[in-house]
């Protein structure tokens, strides 16, 4: 088994300070644990920008002030963005992030189909995934393809064939969301066997699921998706609420346990198909 890529998801849409202090709400705090989650062992960071009153925000200048802190706190990091539909319906505001510049993401996440939430629906219309996927692949963006079901899977194989998924192709395998596919092994080894040839893979697990999830993909070859978006308890009885670093180091004691180095981010870009960072070419020449 090859070295494992660790996707650290550390803010989300939903996490509040008021359910736990160790969520990284502002600039600064995102640019802090990021740098922490880097020395952890993540090598991409998916990122969901807040605005000044703490709550979901799609705007692109502040996606912008947050790539940028997130790029002076960590140099070789992969910078992933989200164009989530939870709080945000319409394609103007959900590409927005899209657009940013200095730096520009290089990833950004596209979930490939609606689904319920446990309290809300996610609607991702036929329309929006190709219109988000187009932007992306205009921008040089690779997708963080997210599927919580083996129709979305599937449905890559639609895309790839209209040409609107170009390689390379990295899919997150979302188990355990209420209403969504449970994390169990044979859902996992059935979602892998409908992967697009060629895909990266990273399995998440939604709140309790996520360790046993994370535990599957390290044992199966796959890689991992961690962070306080997917679970913010570092315990399933729920009493210690965890830091994205003490998830992610967690992670890489188990994947050592196991014979599995980890990736460094310009590894991981490899691996996955990712322009080298500016970074390494700066060093290599
Ligand atoms: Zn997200």
Known sequence: MGKLIINAAITGMIPTREMTPHVPITVEEIAADVR??????????HLHARAED??????????????????????DIILC??????????FEQRSEALDAVDPAPEM???????????????????EM?????LRMRERGIVPELECFEIG?????????????LVPPFYCNILLGSLGTLSATK???TAAVEALPKGCTWAVAGIGRYQLQANTMAILAGGHVRVGLEDNIWYDNERVRLATNAELIERVVSIARSVGREIATPDEARTMIGLK???????SSS
């Open 81 to 90: 963005v989200s164009t989530s539909g939870r709080n945000f319906e319409l």
């Open 129 to 133: 995934i190709r219109s988000l996927a």
């Open 152 to 164: 979305m899977v599937e449905y890559s194989h639609y895309l790839i064939s209209r040409g609107i």
């Open 108 to 126: 950004a996440s596209l979930t490939l189909g609606s689904m319920n939430f446990p309290q809300q629906a996610s609607v991702n219309d036929p």
């Open 36 to 45: 922490r989650c880097r020395n952890a062992g993540a090598s991409i960071i």
């Open 54 to 75: 703490g709550n979901p925000t799609y705007r692109k200048d502040i996606h912008e002030e947050i790539l940028h802190a997130v790029r002076e706190a960590c140099s």
């Open 186 to 188: 044979a859902n996992l």
């Open 276 to 282: 080298p960072s500016i970074e390494s070419l700066r």
